[in-house]
DNA sequence: CCCATAATTGAGACTGAGTTTCAGTCTACG
DNA sequence: CGTAGACTGAAACTCAGTCTCAATTATGGG
């Protein structure tokens, strides 16, 4: 946390941002709600814990966040977006379930290599990639 | 073009709909348009045609048209839906464009194969998946 | 061939997620 | 400190898509 924080008024600071009582909250808020929330879920989250921040401001520091590095955006369909803290974890994907939404994590060096490969063959950039896999976890196949 | 209407109308007949005059010129337009067109892609050819359906009609045609597997829908971010019609093709991923726009499509067996091994490794049962890498198209890199 | 029934349509209201605006507030550099 | 310029919240707005409902139309049985 303290070095989270610290690396959030780095990011602020070279880009000559400011660092809020507001943007402190919802960074610590972030941390605490763990993995793949959405704004909603953060904004339950602050009320329970006696703070807030309005939506706007939320999305607007979640950019940030996501801008720095420190929190990855995942794009579901429909244009719902979720996010995950990444403080130094590991890239990766995503199983969706579509049932109870529950979403497992999994990474696959061999995917990224072919990613790789395939943007070279085609003379492509790539800054990003998505890789859902949506269907039915394990509690929800078996009912 | 008569193959297409004819398992369109299997589909509706199968699911108790039916084959009205919309109907009918939406696939004839959605053929036409060719690949990854975007609602309003759609809705200004078929103007330029002379032709026309609502919002609505076209909407609630295009999901029948995915519902039978004769059009695929290509969730982008931010909730923008491409369509691309998929009459005896193949199934195939993305990459996309972030400046010109362009969609360019890949193939991986081998990508397909470790999804279904995560799949199984953790007892999921996969009913679709998106897979879209997003940079800059061998043009755009170039500037 | 015609009718009754149920599906379909279009216009426009509505939704939900996210963005923008703008006046008042606050941060932090000098 | 003071102040330029960044930040904030409320509310208006946008955009893609969905829903409602009254009028229209396809279709299967007689």
Redesign the pocket.
């Known amino acids: 946390m303290q070095q989270a924080a610290a690396r959030f008024?780095d990011y602020?600071?070279r880009n000559?941002?400011?660092?809020?009582?507001?943007?402190r909250v919802?960074l610590e808020q972030v941390l605490a709600v763990g993995k793949h929330f959405?704004?909603?879920d953060l904004l339950v989250h602050m009320r329970n814990g006696g703070l807030?921040?309005?939506?706007?401001?939320?999305?607007?520091?979640l950019?940030h966040l996501v801008d720095s590095g420190m929190v990855h955006k995942v794009e579901m369909a429909?244009?719902?977006?979720r996010y995950e803290p990444m403080l130094g974890r590991h890239h990766h994907d995503h199983l969706v379930c579509l049932k109870c939404g529950e979403i497992i994590e999994f990474e696959s060096p061999e995917v990224e290599r072919i990613q790789e490969e395939v943007c070279r063959r085609k003379r492509f950039t790539m800054t990003g990639h998505t890789h859902q896999i949506r269907g039915y976890c394990r509690r929800c196949s078996s009912r």
Not at 78 to 81: D, I, P, S, V
């Open positions: 008024a602020l600071s000559r941002l400011r660092m809020t009582r507001e943007r919802i959405d704004v909603d807030r921040a309005s939506r706007a401001t939320l999305y607007r520091t950019a429909k244009g719902q977006a």
